[in-house]
């Protein structure tokens, strides 16, 4: 008694993609929820007070960071004076609309601000603010 196996027909390996559509919506969900936006953070700096103030559009200004100890931050990094003209250089020929915005510390020394500003003078990079924390008086409007 002999048994007979026939194999007559072979099935292909398939890849089910049925359900493909679904994982696809829920790792963009995902990536959604769980992405952060880093926001630049330089360094710590207390902001001198003033009583008005005006918005500029993010993607024009470029921030330079000094505390009260005279550290000098751009993008994050940490720079000397002499690397600052250089580095604005590029970036005004990238961006000829570029704002400079200084976001000093209130007890930085002027020294050093006024080192900073020769460097953007140099690498002409004259579209300059200071950035401030706008003090609120009960008695005046904005």
Not at 45 to 60: C, I
Not at 103 to 121: C, N
């Amino acid at each position: 008694m002999a048994l007979d196996f026939n194999r007559t027909a072979k099935k292909a390996p398939q890849i089910p993609t049925s359900s493909m559509g679904d994982i696809v919506f829920l790792l963009l969900i995902f990536f959604m929820v769980t992405t952060v936006f880093r926001k630049e953070t330089g360094l710590p700096v207390e902001l001198p007070r003033a009583e008005a103030g005006e918005e500029v559009q993010r993607e024009l200004v470029a921030n330079i960071y000094i505390d009260r100890n005279g550290r000098i931050s751009v993008d994050d990094r940490l720079l000397e004076v002499k690397h600052i003209a250089p580095l604005f250089r590029q970036k005004v020929q990238e961006n000829t609309l570029l704002i400079v915005s200084f976001k000093t510390d209130r007890f930085t020394p002027y020294g050093t601000v006024s080192d900073v500003m020769e460097a953007l003078k140099e690498a002409n990079a004259v579209r300059v603010l200071f950035q401030n924390d706008i003090e609120i008086n009960p008695g005046r409007k904005l």
